[in-house]
DNA sequence: TATTGTTATACTCTATAACTATA
DNA sequence: TATAGTTATAGAGTATAACAATA
């Protein structure tokens, strides 16, 4: 047995405690979470299908449905028919999107950077660095580590 | 602008895989989430008022009462009233809910080192360190740094 | 028949408000 | 009147199932 707390006792609280940090700072840029991660999502690459989107941010496709239909009414974001199969939605960030994403993320990185002062400078850097691996890791190795 | 993703972008997904990872161990043992959390609570030292466990735990005082009475059902904790005013209700855990609770947390924080064997002995060691620190912090501090 | 996106439904979780018993 | 605990109610968030369009 460690002589620590266990890491999700303290990962879960730090975690809900980062949410109620940065929604006040998503909502002055009339973003929710969602469409938040929406947009940080699209920035790396425009993607095929609204599922593949749903799924590479944790979400189920059904969830995200009305958040789309918002960024969309608010160009945002395109959200166009595949010529070569209908059926699927071409997902891509608009020029006024990425204006938006780059404005909400300034605002939540500097709160984070606040925080993050907070630490001595070794630490600080090892738990960035740590916090990334983990981070890159799929779900189902850190549900079933080895 | 720093060249790292949000910090809340990994720690929520980390969140919630850590969830997904303990939830099976936890049920082997026959206690939820919350009810883990409750007798992790109550091993620091025995509370005065189950208001005052609820919010050590981040939860509302009404959404515990259900576990406490399974707990206490099955004699894993003590829940009293106190002789000196019969309205507050002593919280204590038994010598049955202290096995539980150390069994439980042997197998999640067994699953943790695998995960963390995963790091940079150096990098483990600031991550650590630096998650304590911020778990310390409260709340509010974290919402609204400096 | 299978798949993408959508809508409708049901279920879980959480918060708020009312209630009781003590003080 | 105020407080600890409890119960009841309502709301938000989420998952599952049914549906329409296209392949």
């Known amino acids: 047995m460690t002589d620590r707390p266990d890491l999700a006792a303290m990962i879960i609280p730090l975690s809900r405690a980062l949410i109620d940090a940065e929604l006040p700072v998503l909502r002055e840029h009339g973003l929710s979470m969602w469409a938040y991660a929406v947009l940080l999502a699209l920035d790396e690459r425009p993607l095929r299908t609204q599922a ?11 969830r995200i449905i009305g958040f789309l239909d918002d960024l969309q009414r608010r160009g945002l974001i395109e959200r166009t028919p595949d010529p ?7 997902l891509s960030l608009t020029a006024e999107g ?47 580590p080895r």
Chains 1, 2 share one sequence.
């Open 52 to 62: 593949a989107l749903a799924e590479s941010i944790g979400a189920d496709k059904t």
């Open 98 to 144: 990425r204006r938006v994403r780059d404005s909400a993320q300034a605002g939540i990185q500097s709160k984070e950077e606040r925080l993050l002062a907070r630490l001595p400078d070794e630490d600080r850097r090892g738990f960035l660095r740590a916090l990334q691996a983990l981070a890159a890791l799929p779900p189902e190795e850190i549900a079933d």
């Open 84 to 90: 070569t199969d209908r059926r699927v939605r071409l």
